[in-house]
């Protein structure tokens, strides 16, 4: 395409004429769709539609969690629900997110959705997106900023609790094997720096830890929700703390990698173990495994929040009041429970 196109440059400034230079363009009237094949393109949707138009910025897919959440958003905002959905995936990137969000404010979008990569570093942006009167709903990790007015609502879940969660269930397994009063020496499996989710779980778990002088954080290192890097940071840590009791791993994704990681070492792990493992999402890959006791618990992210968003939008478009923040429903799943789930979960 770029030789023929410089061929036409050639013949316009050698004042061949008006003929040759239509008969430069005329083919690609025709084989253009050819040409640019492979390249997405964004069609707005007409007037007569009458769809609303929502862009969205899901910042990766870098776990099975995340693209059950993408796929709970595509299913919830359809053309058959009356909406048009401009979906941007930011892999794992905040300039990405900030340039999707201002190509949604350019083309007039009537919501903005989102999914931050990072908490800080939005209030640009933000503002922007006030300025144009396009309201602005975050969804699954939340952003800090001074004015909470920069976004209409937040959706997603408690990830502070999530860790308290995990915090208490070792209380309660340590109880019921007698082993309250043991030392405890526990790694840690992070998530993205600054993400609410890795800064949620990590003061949640700290938070009931603090109150047990006899539990040990020996140290944490971040996985990035990968099982490639929770693998590598795992394999690091068992060969520097050779008598490890607990794993905390932000999501099963990373805890697919640390398990991988022991198993190579020769370490046993989960219900019948040395090192018991505590999870984070409850995908059902990971169920599986807290139902054959590699994994003693998962704590549940739930990734379903397209029909909270879809409830928000309908409520604003009536002129109805939202909530500033909505919780969406969670659970603890382990070898007691899980099997009534199993059949259920389809991600």
């Not at 025709?30 to 393109?41: A, Q, S, T």
């Not at 915090?167 to 009063?181: C, I, T, V």
């Not at 198993?263 to 019948?272: D, H, K, M, Q, Y």
Request: a negative charge.
């Amino acid at each position: 395409m770029k030789k023929a196109v410089e061929k036409c440059k050639e013949l316009i400034f050698g004042h061949v004429g008006v003929f040759i230079v239509l008969l430069c363009i005329i083919p690609f009237l025709f084989v253009g769709p050819e040409l640019f094949r492979g390249i997405e393109v964004e069609q707005a949707p007409s007037e007569s539609e009458d769809l609303i138009v929502v862009g969205v910025s899901q910042l990766g897919s870098e776990s099975g969690w995340r693209t059950a959440h993408t796929l709970s958003i595509q299913e919830a905002l359809t053309k058959d629900a009356g909406y048009f959905l401009i979906f941007n995936n930011a892999r794992q990137m905040q300039e990405n997110q900030i340039k999707a969000i201002r190509g949604f404010i350019s083309q007039r979008a009537d919501y903005i959705v989102f999914a931050p990569v990072v908490e800080t570093g939005w209030e640009t942006v933000l503002q922007e997106a006030k300025d144009a009167d396009i309201p602005v709903i975050i969804i699954d990790r939340m952003v800090d900023v001074k004015d909470d007015s920069l976004y209409t609502t937040w959706i997603g879940t408690d990830a502070r609790e999530e860790g308290k969660k995990a915090g208490r269930w070792l209380e309660r397994y340590l109880r019921k094997k007698n082993r309250a009063s043991e030392e405890i020496n526990i790694v840690v499996l992070q998530g993205t720096p600054g993400s609410t989710a890795a800064l949620g779980r990590t003061e949640g778990f700290e938070e009931i830890a603090a109150l047990h002088d006899n539990w040990y954080i020996l140290e944490s290192m971040t996985g990035d929700f990968t099982a490639a890097k929770g693998k590598e940071a795992m394999r690091e840590m068992l060969q520097r703390y050779p008598s490890i009791n607990v794993l905390v791993s932000q999501n099963d994704d990373m805890t697919m990698g640390a398990i991988e990681a022991m198993r190579e070492a020769g370490v046993s792990f989960g219900e019948n173990g040395k090192v018991k493992v505590i999870s984070f999402d409850a995908t059902r890959d990971a169920l599986e495994m807290v139902n054959n006791g590699q994994i003693n618990v998962d704590i549940e992210c739930n990734p379903k929040q397209g029909a909270y968003i879809d409830e928000i939008i309908r409520k604003l478009e009536s002129g109805e009041p939202v909530e500033k923040s909505y919780i969406v429903e969670e659970n603890v799943f382990t070898k007691d429970n899980v099997k009534e789930f199993l059949d259920s979960r389809t991600y």
